[in-house]
């Protein structure tokens, strides 16, 4: 009996490795969670709107995500799809590597396995970490990549930070005035976005969310199989609990 439940504890325990690469300046944390479509939706659709001009997917398809995120092909065709792609392609773009570098100083990258590579937490702290610099060529630098060469290019939702911003600070509450007095992120704007930052939080997680995704499309449902199996294993257990009980009754 005692090796059963070991077993059947040992089954139930999920392990779950992080990609090395600790991080050498204060991040704010996040859970991703690629369970969540409507998270996954509004980040392919932010990405593809803001991203995907310079940023490929090359090693994913259209069509996967489309039926991994429960989009009608059509819909994503019409509404998330440009030029003449077709929805069985990679989703690949045709940005000539060479000039990209004379314009950014960098090619910009596939961002397929970014999210295994970086870490969820990195992503999410460098979109949230530009801030005003007059002296780089896109008048903005960034406090978790210095000197990047990409643009802020989300600035019309965020805005532009004034100063560098802090991050990784655990929120503090006055307890009597119940206002925020300390906590992660931009305090003043030179330039004002369109979200707030708590929307704009949002708006990132969800892109995060879809890079995680992304990065490992099969997860998705290898998740449900797991909770599945886990079901026909609490059954089994049952079941093979009381077949050992009537198995011995008559013995001892
Ligand atoms: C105008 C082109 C452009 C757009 C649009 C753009 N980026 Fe970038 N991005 C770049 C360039 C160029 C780099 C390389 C910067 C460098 O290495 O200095 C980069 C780098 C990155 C990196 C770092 C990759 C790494 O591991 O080094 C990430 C992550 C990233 N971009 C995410 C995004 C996301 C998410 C969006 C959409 C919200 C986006 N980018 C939109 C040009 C762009």
Not at 55 to 69: C, P, Q, W
Not at 186 to 204: M, N, R, T, W
Request: glycine share 8%; hydrophobic share 40%.
């Amino acid at each position: 009996m005692k090796t059963l439940i070991l077993t059947v504890a040992f089954a139930l325990s999920a392990f779950q490795a992080h990609a090395a690469g600790g991080p050498s300046i204060p991040m704010d944390h996040i859970e991703t969670d690629i369970s969540d479509q409507e998270s996954l939706q509004n980040g392919l659709t932010l990405y593809t709107n803001y991203c995907f001009g310079c940023h490929s997917l090359k090693y994913s398809r259209y069509e996967r995500s489309a039926n991994d995120l429960g989009i009608p092909n059509e819909i994503f065709e019409e509404n998330l799809m440009f030029g003449d792609a077709k929805i069985g392609q990679l989703m690949d773009i045709s940005m000539p590597a060479d000039q990209a570098k004379t314009w950014f100083g960098n090619t910009p990258p596939d961002l397929t396995l970014v999210a295994r590579l970086r870490g969820p937490d990195w992503l999410y702290n460098y979109l949230r970490a530009f801030y005003s610099d007059p002296k780089r060529p896109y008048g903005v630098n960034n406090v978790v990549y210095k000197d990047v060469g990409m643009p802020h290019v989300l600035a019309g939702l965020q805005g532009v930070c004034a100063e560098a911003p802090e991050l990784g600070v655990e929120p503090e509450v006055d307890p009597l005035s119940g206002n925020i007095v300390k906590s992660s992120g931009c305090k003043e704007f030179v330039a004002e976005g369109s979200l707030s930052p708590e929307e704009y939080d949002q708006a990132i997680y969800d892109i995060v969310n879809y890079l995680e995704y992304v990065g490992e499309p099969s997860r998705m449902q290898s998740e449900s199989l797991g909770i599945k199996v886990l079901i026909f294993l609490a059954f089994m257990f049952v079941f093979v609990y009381f077949l050992n009980k009537e198995y011995w009754r008559g013995i001892h």
